[in-house]
C-alpha cells in the first residue's frame, strides 16, 4: 500500500508483540540445558553471543559491499526511482532486506533468552530504540542512501560505552531513555546541517534564483 515503512514497521513490532502475548503463555523456559550454552559459553577470552555478533557484523559487510545486491540495497536508500529506471527489481530487493532483517531480530531473540533463561515478549521491550541510537551514532541516515556496516559497528561500541558509563554512576533507566532520543535527535541534526552546508558549497551560484 506504498506506507511508510517507518511506521508500518513499529505499527507491526506492537501488533506481533501482543499477539505473543495472546498465543504464548509467558514466561517460556526452555527445556534443554544446553541451550543456556548460546548465551553464556566462552571461546578463549569473548563470550560466544560476541563471536556471533562479529561473525553477523563480517557477513553484513562483505554483502553490503561486494555482492550486486548489497549495492542494489544501499542505491534503493538513496532513491529507489533511479535504482527502478536502472533495471534493478526494487520491490524484490526490499523484501530481501525485511528477510535479512528479521533473521537478525530471530538471532538476537535467541540470544537473548540463552542469556536470560527465559522467553517472552517484554524482554526485548525499547530495544528498538538502542537499534536507531547505534545506527544513527555510527552516520547512517534515516532518509536512507548513508551508512555502512563498519561505521554502525563503531556506533554499537560508542552506545555500549555510553550505557556502561551511565550504570557505572547508576543513572535512572528511564533517564538513560531520554539521553539515547536526545543523542538520536541531536545527530539527526548534525547530519542535516552538514547536508545543508555541503549543498551550500556544491551551489554554482549561491543566492541567485533557479530558473525553474
Known sequence: FQLAPFVVTLAAL????????????????????GFFELGSAVIGPLPVSTLIMLGVFLVGGVFLSRTPAGRSLVAIGGSAETVRLAGIGVRRHIVLAYTISGACAGLAGVILASRVGIAQPSVGTAFELDAIAACVIGGASLAGGKGSVRATFAGVLVLALINNLLNLYDVQSFWQQVLKGLIIVAVILIQRTGRFR?????????GKASPS
Open 14 to 33: 506492537t501488533t506481533i508483540r501482543g499477539l505473543a502475548f495472546v498465543y504464548s503463555e509467558t514466561p517460556v523456559a526452555p527445556e534443554k540445558p
Open 198 to 206: 555541503g549543498a551550500a558549497v556544491n551551489d554554482p551560484n549561491p
